[in-house]
């Protein structure tokens, strides 16, 4: 057996333990070294690069909470978009399906910075979102989107939203119609058929997307250096500069390091909830 | 892995008889895990015969003709075509032509390119190439078809085409597994007998899967019954049907009353069957029984003769009718005997109706009344 | 069908709105890209001046072909390491397959900011100064395991009774990959292929990282162009891009069905 799987399964397997597990293992251990010089990295074994970040009320509030808030925020804004989306498109079939698949894949597949220029022309001062707004008599001042707090959630919304559309379907579509037509049959509102029936169903898939577009939201950085400011000092952001522009290697690793575990924390938080809704469930019934 | 010709030679006593035989299948298994797929299986075909491998779904039959293709590896035994020792040779080496069931074209080569495709690998000369496309498709009645890609094709013509595709190497044996079974049954039909003239014309050693005992009786020369793993009988179609070795048999060819008793030898040829209720059938001994042994009475339905009127003699049995039913060509009984037992009769050449819960008689002849020995496997 | 009620009225309503949501900065780009009076909507006319300046700067040309090796390259390799163990997870069933499977797909679970940053530090450390192979390396590991589901996909569509066939009449196993499987399954090979390439030719945080001077790709120099200048050319460089992943995407969608690929 292992002479049959292990030459084809060898070089997909070797080039991710060099170029993946080994470069994040040097992650940790970096994270543990100091910078000379400002510039050189010096093998040590300390733990100041933690502290300097941890013990820092700056970074804390206005770099890792920030990014936890906005994440959190962006997902919750994303779920609440995407969820009547993907209800919609489940019911949709052949031509009008593909469009609005087509449309919902279409921010996945374009590049980042391709979508963030469109935006720039939509959000900046004297752009087409103030004039619209302006038209529209919404306000009658431009308001600020472009190096705003404004712009960022737009944009983790926009590329969020699409994966919370794509995992919900998975969910929706294995839901049988004649289960929602068994409820409505015996007397269920279409209210309650879907409170009752097909909610409860789509749970997986909203878990599964919401873990997609939060981890995706939590450590993002290309958003907010394109169109964030002084008040979006995202935790990702502040890793590409602390490493690119700073060249301060062993710092940006105890930010990586923490970013993950937070990351980690507030996903195994968001399991223990949607374990526990999902046994409440199940002792309900019984 | 790579078992040759050294491991050959130590296998040949095991071969014995050495004979001249198409293909010979010698105590092969087939194990997954614990479970034995194909357990013990041996049978010979002989050159130019047809020979069918038949039984339900799960006996272990395209199991076996995957291990004389080489496409899955034995567990033990060994296999031969031709004398030659494959068993461990890699399917490409056996020279074999096989038929799948999905029929298997590749879908992105055309008719001709699927024909070629083996005689290019034989690096045959181009114009050798061409004769042998033209030969093999016009033999299956596809002449024309060429360029035509597998999907454009229906199921007949595609099954056509697989069989072109095999008989077009000229192989020393083809293997047929379920090659009728997508067709739908009006085509099946047809294409059988296609077949079986084709096979008969070209003499083509065939061995062929199927779980249709219809198809397998009407085109045999001889049936590999297998069940659970294991050969149950192996006979021609006329022999399985009138003297089956086991209960299996019986029941999976045809319709069959089976009665329990214990045999009794009645000298000249015959043997007695006495039924718990004391009654002692007469039957011809074909097959060996143990005096004073468990055995079953097997009567085959349209065997019987079925009265209104008391008959007399030996093997005349008692009881009523319980559902009478009326199917034109055919009235089809089901009596319970006064031993409690369910026995069910066909007539064919009727003029009277019996009425569901008439007293009957139901009277066999020794010669057609068949006793095995009772299987504790059922 | 029953007369819609007001719930599925407000669902469609809702829908409707998010996809204009979801095509606004594409349309706006498009429409930026062709309108002569730069950027002042609505457009009064039609004009490819602005893809005419964008496709011939010297700074787009030079990212564009760096984009072009990276994306071609970084395919190529992906889809060469993902082929063989697709195969043989597809075709064999063994303990642990579901880990090896993980494993293999690992690089989507790393957020992309913190891999870009491992693969930096990582070639630091090994003494490889700034150059073309992080990049590449970056590249072809992050597009990898959408080659892997890709070609799981297509493999388990796969009639094994076709190779099969093949070794009957007398193909070897070299032969029947490259005769049978191979023919058998390139529409996933060729969705596979465009689907890692339009990802690498797309992707900005990775190269970001790893791009060595002189070797900046596409959506690098776009970045770098939009922070310091505001202009219609750039729409039009997006507007290309965007043409070039929409062509993209119909590939992949007419060979494979997008959804599939895309699932996270």
Redesign the interface.
């Known amino acids: 057996m292992i002479r049959r799987l292990l030459p084809p399964l060898a070089p997909a397997l070797v080039a991710l333990l060099i170029f993946v597990a080994l470069p994040m293992f040097w992650v940790l251990r970096t994270s543990f070294n100091e910078l000379a010089d400002g510039a050189y990295v010096v093998e040590a074994m300390t733990l100041d690069n933690y502290a300097r970040f941890l013990g820092d009320p700056w970074y804390l509030v206005n770099t890792l909470w920030f990014s936890i808030r906005i994440a959190l925020v962006a997902t919750a804004i994303s779920v609440i978009c995407g969820y009547p989306v993907a209800l919609y498109i489940v019911k949709t079939t052949g031509l009008q399906r593909n469009i609005l698949m087509a449309l919902v894949m279409a921010p996945l597949l374009i590049g980042l910075v391709t979508l963030v220029y469109g935006w720039i022309v939509i959000f900046r001062g004297g752009g087409l979102l103030n004039s619209l707004m302006i038209a529209l008599h919404v306000y009658d001042r431009p308001v600020r989107y472009m190096w705003d707090i404004k712009g960022v959630v737009i944009l983790l919304v926009y590329i969020g939203a699409p994966y919370v559309v794509l995992s919900l379907l998975d969910s929706l579509e294995r839901i049988s119609p004649y289960l929602v037509e068994a409820a409505r049959n015996v007397g269920a509102s279409r209210w309650t058929a879907f409170w009752k029936v097909v909610f409860p169903m789509t749970m997986p898939g909203l878990y599964a997307g919401l873990v997609i577009v939060f981890s995706l939201n939590f450590s993002a950085f290309a958003v907010p250096l394109m169109i964030g400011d002084s008040n979006t000092q995202m935790i990702g952001l502040i890793i590409y500069r602390e490493a690119l522009l700073n060249n301060d290697l062993p710092f940006a690793s105890a930010l990586s390091v923490i970013m993950v575990a937070v990351n980690a924390l507030i996903l195994v938080g968001m399991a223990a909830f949607f374990g526990r809704i999902i046994l409440n469930r199940l002792e309900a019934k019984r | 892995m790579t078992r040759r010709a050294g491991d050959g030679r130590k296998n040949q006593d095991e071969m014995q008889p050495m004979s001249d035989d198409a293909i010979q299948v010698r105590r092969v298994m087939k194990s997954y895990g614990t479970m034995l797929a194909v357990d013990d299986v041996s049978f010979n075909v002989a050159e130019g015969e047809f020979v069918s491998l038949l039984g339900p779904s799960g006996c272990g039959k395209t199991t076996t003709l995957r291990m004389i293709a080489g496409f899955t590896d034995t567990s033990g035994g060994a296999i031969r075509v031709h004398g030659r020792e494959v068993t461990h040779l890699p399917p490409e080496k056996r020279d074999l032509g096989f038929v799948f069931q999905n029929y298997a074209l590749w879908p992105h080569m055309t008719v001709a390119e699927n024909v070629a495709f083996g005689l290019k690998l034989r690096r045959k000369p181009r114009d050798v190439i061409r004769n042998k496309i033209e030969e093999a498709l016009s033999v299956t009645g596809l002449s024309g078809y060429e360029d035509r890609l597998p999907r454009q094709l229906s199921g007949g013509q595609q099954q056509r085409v697989a069989l072109a595709r095999a008989l077009a190497l000229e192989p020393q044996v083809l293997l047929m597994d379920e090659p009728l079974s997508n067709l739908d049954r009006a085509l099946r039909v047809v294409m059988r007998r296609e077949l079986k003239e084709l096979q008969a014309r070209m003499k083509m050693t065939t061995l062929y899967v199927t779980h249709d005992q219809e198809e397998a009786l009407s085109m045999s020369n001889r049936v590999v019954i297998m069940n659970g793993g294991r050969v149950e009988q192996i006979a021609a179609p006329y022999e399985l049907y009138e003297n089956p070795a086991t209960r299996f048999v019986a029941d999976f060819v045809g319709i069959t009353n089976f009665l329990e008793g214990t045999a009794s030898d009645m000298g000249g040829g015959m043997v007695g069957v006495r039924l718990p209720s004391g009654q002692v059938l007469h039957a011809q001994a074909r097959v060996p029984v143990a005096q004073g042994g468990a055995v079953r009475a097997l009567i085959r339905p349209e065997r019987v003769t079925i009265s209104p009127a008391e008959l007399s003699g030996p093997n005349v049995l008692a009881g009523r009718v319980e559902l009478s039913e009326y199917f034109g060509a055919v009235l089809r009984y089901t009596v319970r005997l006064d031993s409690g037992e369910i026995l069910r009769a066909e007539v064919h050449n009727f003029d009277e109706f019996i009425a569901g819960g008439s007293r009957v008689w139901i009277c066999t002849l020794p010669e057609h009344l068949r006793v095995i020995p009772h299987d504790p496997r059922g | 069908m029953t007369r819609p009620?007001l719930?599925?009225i407000a669902?469609?309503f809702?829908?409707l709105l998010?996809?204009a949501?979801?095509?606004?900065?594409?349309?706006?780009?498009l429409v930026?890209a062709v309108n002569p009076r730069e950027?002042i909507?609505p457009p009064n006319g039609f004009t490819l001046d602005w893809f005419k300046a964008a496709w011939s700067s010297k700074t787009f040309l030079r990212g564009m072909g760096v984009s072009l090796v990276l994306g071609l390259v970084a395919a190529t390799l992906a889809n060469?390491?993902?082929l063989?163990?697709a195969?043989?997870?597809v075709r064999?069933d063994?303990r642990g397959k579901g880990a090896?499977n993980l494993?293999?797909m690992?690089?989507l679970l790393?957020?992309?900011?913190?891999?870009s940053?491992?693969?930096?530090?990582?070639f630091?450390?090994v003494g490889y100064g700034s150059g073309l192979v992080p990049l590449l390396?970056g590249h072809?590991?992050h597009v990898?395991p959408y080659a892997?589901r890709i070609l799981t996909a297509s493999l388990h569509n796969l009639?094994p009774?076709?190779e099969?066939?093949?070794?009957?009449?007398?193909?070897?196993r070299t032969?029947t990959l490259f005769?049978?499987t191979l023919?058998?399954i390139?529409t996933g090979l060729i969705s596979s292929f465009a689907l890692c390439f339009?990802?690498s030719?797309?992707?900005?945080?990775i190269s970001?990282?790893l791009a060595p001077p002189g070797w900046t790709p596409l959506?690098?120099e776009?970045?770098s162009y939009?922070k310091f200048q505001?202009d219609a050319v750039?729409?039009a460089l997006?507007g290309s891009?965007?043409l070039l992943?929409?062509l993209?995407?119909v590939i992949i969608?007419r060979l494979a069905g997008?959804?599939r690929v895309?699932?996270?």
């Not at chain 3, 949501?21 to 780009?29: N, R």
């Open positions: 009620d719930g599925t669902l469609r809702f829908t998010m996809m949501f979801l095509i606004f900065p594409i349309a706006v780009t930026v950027f909507l060469a390491l993902a063989p163990a195969m043989a997870l064999n063994f090896v494993v293999l690992s690089p790393i957020p992309t900011t913190i891999f940053l491992a693969l930096y530090i990582w630091v450390r390396v072809t590991i990898m892997l009639d009774s076709y099969e066939a093949a070794r009957n009449v007398g193909a070897g032969r005769s049978i023919p058998v390139r339009i990802l030719w797309n992707d900005f945080p970001v990282f959506p690098v776009l970045f939009i505001y750039a729409a997006a891009l965007i992943s929409a993209a995407m969608d997008l959804r895309l699932r996270s």
